[in-house]
Nanobody, 119 residues
Framework: DVQLVESGGGSVQAGGSLRLSCAAS?????????RAWFRQATGKEREVVAR???????HYADSVQGRFAVSRVDANNTLYLQMDHLKPEDTAMYFC????????????WGQGTQVTVSS
């Protein structure tokens, strides 16, 4: 089975930083997949935060551009999200995904990790 396990969430004050990690297992060729981070805040729709494609291209939501950085280490099937200058509006459950580009990088989903930013 394909498994994605997020870690690194927590509570932080506004202006602080967190680094999320997502370990993948159960599939031998994650390097061909694009990977992404989504988030969902209470009462809001799920939204994509950042994508990173197999060739290293990245895409960010306007709301996090310049503050967040997505990276991947295919040698150990791990995806990262460095989050700096956090704001209260970044509070959400963060999910990592993996999949082909046609699926929006979201064929497989992790269980999520909570990020809470206090003002």
């Amino acid at each position: 089975d394909v498994q994605l396990v997020e870690s690194g969430g927590g509570s932080v004050q506004a202006g602080g930083s967190l680094r999320l990690s997502c370990a993948a297992s159960g599939y031998a060729a994650y390097s061909v997949y694009c990977r992404a981070w989504f988030r969902q805040a209470t009462g809001k729709e799920r939204e994509v935060v950042a994508r990173i494609y197999s060739d290293g291209r990245t895409h960010y939501a306007d709301s996090v551009q310049g503050r967040f950085a997505v990276s991947r280490v295919d040698a150990n099937n791990t995806l990262y999200l460095q989050m700096d200058h956090l704001k209260p509006e970044d509070t959400a459950m963060y999910f990592c995904t993996a999949g082909p580009e046609v699926s929006g990088c979201s064929g497989y989903w992790g269980q999520g990790t909570q990020v809470t930013v206090s003002s």
